[in-house]
């Protein structure tokens, strides 16, 4: 159990430094730590190697939202809640915006764990009907993001263009450096889509003092909107192609982020953690 310890306190420590920082996303750190891997994998054995990832994984799904809040640099999974976070920041309670986000991500896991275990066994039944309809399903759930939005012909076209930039980035991922032969085209990629322009905006004006009287949400107003959350994170963690963004997108089409700001945030919290331990189980139950 020693090197399980070693990794899960060495998995938190990367997650914390993910989680916080602006631009560094956990599968960064996941590429690094596989290019270290021949130096980690004598002393932590495979097992502590997987205790660092998947504790990097947990940790940095629980504090993304933070710089989310107070910077307006998001992770990929908490690119639209810098709207109903900074919007509370703006009214002085930034910090219940966090609290409410935490709350959901602990809603998230205690609904996602008895999932993952129940996605052990019915997974491996549907999956090989689910890899004959990713495609399709995957175009649904494009469909319905674009079409519910203010702007279709707008994100139709970003689809297409975001498409593009992965077949080339890649295609041509050896034109990035690298690290004991691990590539980090995620470094750039994720640096100059959800770190840099969210910095540059949020550079522009002044965080307002901070003041915390208390969660008006109830517990069981933040489970019942934790569990619609649990449910998209579910989803994408299984299906390949999908992110916890494109679950917060759809989760917006029930729960507007505009006038139901807290319930959303609870949600988010719930579907990026449920995401991540979901996708753990699926990783094992497809082999």
């Given amino acids: 159990m020693i090197p399980v310890l070693a990794g899960i306190i060495g998995g938190t420590i990367c997650g914390m430094i993910s ?31 997987a205790a660092v990832l998947i504790a990097t994984l947990i940790t940095h799904s629980f504090l993304e939202i933070i710089p989310a809040t107070f910077l307006g640099v998001p992770d990929d999974g908490t690119a639209l809640s ?4 900074h919007s509370l920041t703006l009214d002085g309670k930034g910090e219940e915006a966090v609290r409410i986000s935490a709350l959901g ?18 997974i491996p039944l549907l999956q090989s009907s689910v890899d004959l309809l990713t495609g399709s399903l995957l175009v649904l759930v494009m469909g319905m993001i674009i079409v519910r ?17 992965g077949l080339f980035a890649f295609r041509y991922d050896y034109l990035s450096w690298n690290t004991l032969g691990a590539g980090n085209i995620l470094m750039p990629l994720l640096t100059g889509l959800f770190g840099l322009p969210f910095l540059l905006t949020a550079s522009e004006g002044a965080i307002p003092a901070q003041k915390f009287t208390g969660l008006p949400l109830s ?32 989760i917006s089409g029930w729960i507007p982020y505009d006038k139901e700001r807290r319930n959303y945030l609870a949600a988010i919290g719930a579907s990026t953690l449920a995401n991540s331990i979901v996708g753990i189980a699926v990783f094992v139950a497809i082999g």
Avoid: K, Q, Y
């Avoid at 909107?225 to 759809?250: D, E, F, K, Q």
């Fill in 219 to 250: 517990t069981g107003s933040l489970a019942r909107s934790a569990l619609p959350g649990t449910i998209a994170g579910l989803i994408v963690g299984w299906l390949p192609g999908l992110s916890t963004a494109s679950a917060n997108t759809v």
């Fill in 149 to 165: 939005s203010e702007a279709a012909g707008w994100l139709s076209a970003l689809c297409l263009v975001s498409g593009l930039l």
């Fill in 19 to 49: 989680g916080l920082a602006p631009g560094i996303h956990s599968n960064m750190i996941a590429a690094l730590l596989l290019g270290f891997s021949p130096a980690l994998l004598p002393v932590l054995g495979p097992e502590g190697m």
């Fill in 105 to 122: 991500s602990l809603w998230g896991v205690i609904f996602a764990v008895p999932l993952a275990i129940m996605a052990l066994w019915f």
């Fill in 82 to 85: 810098v709207l109903p976070a």
